[in-house]
């Protein structure tokens, strides 16, 4: 099970929160802070791997990679492989590269719903749904479009009834 | 959605304004909805609070508008969790859009109960996911697939429906083809095989419950039933290996790790307790092992769950070397996270495969130097497991080497003192390196040293006189090398309070036997030492009181500081006093006695006490009395401590106290409900046992406690001193201590307090035959206890007793109930029948009842009970009860 899913940036601003599980609002937050006080210690010659910290228990790891400036954080149970979520990391941002083209912390805060669009085409409900890069690409394409289609479609709309 | 705010208030002021605008903006209808939804979700994700979006997104997604249906859906996830009031609103609006003819809008309803479906829409909805698993297109069916792992985990009685589905997808090929829904559909599997695993009966519970039962055959019905389709998964795995490149699946040049993982993953569950199962998976293996070669991680990632798989099924030996020298391979890579598994997957089988791990000993010492602590913790945990009574010098040498070169790196290091302490008591070859090797913990970093190895290594040295003076000239001087400096001493604690006991006890022999190149200590440079230490330790501030309960010193830092400062005066002033005894020089006996004088009225009404009663036992005492009670400790006895340790030696950030913490008693009487630990201390006193105080703090203090309970009483004489004191002190640090001032008063003499029945007094213990205890001896009724400790040199806690009832009269008694009760924090009582419920006329002893006595403080406390005696008298057809306490 992965438990949640964080993008932290070096600074320690929450770029992106999900979590798999019923947690608290004010624990989110402290899970975020926490997380972010762990991780950002580290140097980058180091192991990804940390041991879950007060929040999470001695079972959960926090499994990280660090792009330039955010870290993404995988806080998984003891039944993920911890070399596999690395992988899924991976696809998860190379999926964010090619949507959003060369992507940057600015794209994270400006298109947030995308983001999580993203991570639900490759997580849901803290399982991996799905780790082919174009396949999803092509769910998120797909959906986009739709989405202006109908957007477009409203907007006539209105213009008919002014 | 600008959020450029530098600071953190002005944030907050944006946020809060924009909430509002978003509000009032709720409140009116309007176009803008979706992107105010937006607003909220970034809202939510900066820290604040954003309830009242709940019911907008309820809304939202029953628009006909795709955009507004996806927003509304997102912020439902992102806002809302399975325990919201308002999420049964959204039942209707999942099952239409699980009919949808779109199949994104059906995407988002599978999306959300697989991500915040209650148990409610878990089973509401199951029918529909059921019906798309099968028929729809593989981007529904993945989704379908992990709605239903939510379903089944949040309600199992579910499970039968999918078993079907999941029988279509194995025996089918073309149902294989898209590796997502593979990949989830496997998931599905090993959540239906996995889902009464956390139900299966433990040891504690009752195996006979039929519910539980049941439950525990389900759980092997679901893994036979999957255990055919083995072959299948191996032919799917052995295909996955074998196949030629293909680019939509390739990750560094592995063909699709992720499903490689997850079937090895299933087959782990599946073959797991069964020979047969993993047989036949045995030449898979081999392949995926041999086969999968790739400098990436993705290949190390299937190395890895093949390592874990073959470690976890019954595997032939081959195949665990093959396994283990992969690991291997792994621990010398240079890719740290390869290492890091590499070591956290030893340790999981090293109890099993010792040799084949221990072979690698040196590179995983190596490790330890890492400059991750990940990785270091990773391999401390995997020496731990690997040291043995042979290895133990070596490697304890090793952690020692690593304690005194490594970094300032405090949660560690304490962590790896504690797990030192208890390798060196469990496995130490010899009692001198033990000591020498704990002193050496003690002295490199006694800051991280728990207070409970003072007492195991105070305990270590009474047992071993030869050591005695060597150690003693050692602590002498390292004290004197640290004595000036204040900041060492209030850190080292642990060392003060050893080295000073050491020195109160046994500063005479330090003195004799100097060799030659040492110098010689002399009396005037100890006492010298023990003054400077004192001034150099603080005091405690007049309103200080600590509770010494358990829980309090692990909640503030500085309480548990001063609590120790003033354990670490108490100890010195002890010493002080016992140097009386020990030395000659009449002028450093006068200026300890002056000491006392003059503290006799300091403002520090523990302190206080003690500097008026050692200045009476000092001064007003004759010669003779005075020697005994000063004379040198008998040997303690330590090995409950050292269990105590090794339980709790997991957990460094325990409240040290709490390792003695109240077991849960075996006690066979149901007489008293169990209590808090507040109210056994409470108990206690109600007992009115002035020598047994509360189960707390320092345990050094409680063996002197048992030492004066055991030598003084029978030497003092009802000495008419009064004090000043409160006798019900146990709350103060020195509280533990206040057992003189019982001993002086004339009120709280003896040790044994009957209730009724007359003082009992017994001979000393005899080492052979059974010690016997009276009990009772009224009206022709007598009681009389027969205890004997079977085993005294590796379990001298459990005492066995047998109780005799005799009956000198011309009448029978009836209806026998001999109950009693124990000081439930540290002994435990089981209680056996009686042979028989009547005590004939004119019999001696014929009636008998045993009893087992374990002393979890021995050598630390005595055994002490109550006992109630009922009967009924067949002369005059009365129930008599008799009762009273016995302190052996």
Redesign the interface.
Known sequence: MIRAVLVINNHG??????F?E??A?EK??RA?AECYSLISK??D???????GGSIWGKETKLIYRHYATLYFVFIVDE?E????I???IQ?FVESLDKCFENVCELDL??H??KV??IL?EII??G??????K??IMQ?IE??NK??IA??KE?LTV?KIKR | ?V?DCKTAEEERKVVTTECAAIRTALKEQN?YRAKNV?KL??I????Y?TQFGQMECVTLITSS???EK??GY?AL??LL???QEVLPLTEHTLKKDLDDK?Q?VQ?LA??TI??IGSVDICRDLSSEVEKLLITAPS?IR??AA??A??IISKCPELIDNYIEKMDTLLSNEQQQRN??VL??SL?LIIEIVRAKTDDQPTQTQDLNNEDDKKKYVTKRKYVLHFRKYIPILLKLLRGLIMSPYAL??D??GVS????Q??IL?LLRVLGKGSTKASEAMNDVLVQVATNTDSPK??G??VL??CV?IIMDIESEKGLRVLGINQLSKFLGSRD??????ALQMLAKVAHKDFHDVNRHQKTIIECLKD?????R?RALDLIIVLVNQDNCKSLVGELMTYLQSSSNEDSFKEQLTTKMCTLIETYAPDKEWKIDTLLKLIITSGQYVREEIATVFIGLITQSKELQSRITKKLFHTLKKISSNQSVILKQGVLLQVGVWCIGEYADLALDGSEPDEEPISQEQIVDLLFELMSNIPRESINGKHSTTSSDDSDSSNSKWSTSHDISRAFLLMALVKLCSHISDSNSVERIKTFLDQNRNVMELEFQQRCCEYYVLLNDLEEEKRRKILDRMPPIEIQHIVNSLANSGNNSNQPSSSVKSPKSPTTTLPIQKPKTSLEQLISIDEEDQPVITAPSGNNSMSILESFFDSDVTDVLPSNPISLPVNNKSSGNTFGEMSLLDGLLSPALGPVVMPVSTPPVSFSAPNQNGPRKVPLLNKNGITIRMDCKVLDAVNNPQLLNAIIYFSNSNSYEISNIDFMMSVPKNYINLQMFKSSDSKVPANSDGKVTQKLKLTNLQHGVKPISFKFKFQYKDESSQQIVVEEGKIVL
């Open positions: 601003k929450a770029r992106l929160v999900k798999y019923v947690i609002f989110q937050q975020i580290r140097s010659d180091v192991c990804n791997f940390l041991e039944s492989s911890e070399l596999g690395l992988d899924l696809v805060i400006f947030s719903d999580s669009y639900d849901m409900g399982l991996v749904l799905e780790t082919n174009e396949e769910a797909e959906e739709l989405e109908s957007r409203s209105t | 959605m959020r176009q937006a979700i970034y939510h994700m900066l820290g609070p508008k795709y955009p996806r927003i997102l996830m992102i969790d399975e325990n779109n994104f995407a599978l999306t697989a991500n981007y993945k989704k992990l709605a792992v939510r590796h997502a990949i989830t998931c939509e699946h990750v560094g699709d790790p992720f499903l993982v997850k993953r991680n993705a190390n990632a890895y769950e874990k740290h996270n390869l290492r890091y598994v400059a991750d602590l990940s990785i913790k």
